[in-house]
């Protein structure tokens, strides 16, 4: 089946500690792209890459990091920069020259 | 910056009736994509509007995008239970980066329906 998985689907960690949350895709996308979702609002894009080794800020990248050493995967890494991590993390991918976004199934983190 | 505005936020409505979702965006675009999202779950993709006076129609539900006035439109006709979800649109921007890719989306604040028997 192809697809974007994304795991765990709940992630629990304490304030301080780093961790990183996981995005594959065996569509052969060329774009990849993570969003964070806090309640009631709408999804906000923290980071993309059109390529495999280059990646770009969105909106929200303060306190995250990415890299794209492969063309399937897209790891994020909440570091303890991050004021308020607690949120649904969403993974999207897209094909080159192509517009819509397919997304994964998310991960819900919980900081405390 | 890119900002987009649906409205209304919250709708409650009994079945068999009809209803819009508007989304105004504030730059140009001719592309915009409404996705459903049902509780604890993922984005659910219900449309792909890519020029002016695109029109789409799937069940009771219809999507509509006027590029010139920056406005989409989301129709819900004759409701059933089925369709309580979250509805958001969202807008993208051309890349001229990679020569093709889009650069991200930007999303508004979803409308959040509920339909009552």
């Given at each position: ?6 795991s765990?689907?709940y ?5 301080g500690?780093n961790?990183?949350l996981?995005?594959e ?5 060329d774009a990849?792209?993570w ?16 390529i495999?080794?280059d ?5 929200i ?8 050493e492969?063309?399937?995967?897209f ?6 920069a991050?004021?308020n991590?607690t ?5 999207a991918s897209?094909p080159?020259?192509?517009?819509e ?7 819900r983190l919980?900081?405390? | 910056?890119l ?12 079945e ?5 979702i508007y989304?105004?965006?504030?730059t140009?675009?001719?592309?915009l ?12 993709s219900?449309?792909?509007l890519?020029s002016?006076?695109?029109v ?8 509509s995008?006027?590029t010139?006035a ?9 409701a ?11 807008v ?5 980066y990679s020569?093709?890719?889009?650069d991200?989306?930007?999303f508004?604040k979803?409308?959040?329906l509920?339909?009552q028997?």
């Open positions: 089946d192809g697809g974007i998985t994304q765990p689907k992630l629990f960690r304490k304030e500690q961790v990183t996981s995005c895709q065996n569509l052969n996308h990849m792209y969003y964070r979702q806090d309640p009631g609002q709408g999804l906000r894009l923290i980071y993309y890459s059109q495999v080794n990646f770009q800020k969105g909106d990248a303060e306190g995250y990091s990415v890299s794209r492969k063309k399937e995967s790891p994020l890494t909440v570091t303890s991050q004021k991590p949120a649904f993390y969403l993974c897209s080159y020259g192509d517009y976004q397919y997304f994964g199934p998310g991960t919980t900081v405390t | 910056e900002k987009v505005e649906q409205n209304p936020l919250f709708l409650s409505m009994q068999g009736k009809n209803y819009t989304c105004n965006y504030s140009t675009s001719d592309r994509y409404w996705y459903r999202q049902d509780p604890g779950k993922s984005l659910e219900l449309f792909v890519l002016n006076g695109a789409k129609q799937e069940g009771r539900l219809m999507a995008l006027d010139k920056r406005l989409s439109t989301l129709h819900i006709t004759a059933v239970h089925d369709l309580s979800a979250t509805y958001f649109c969202a993208d921007v051309f890349s001229v020569g093709g890719g889009a991200g989306l930007t508004g979803g409308t959040h509920i339909i028997p």
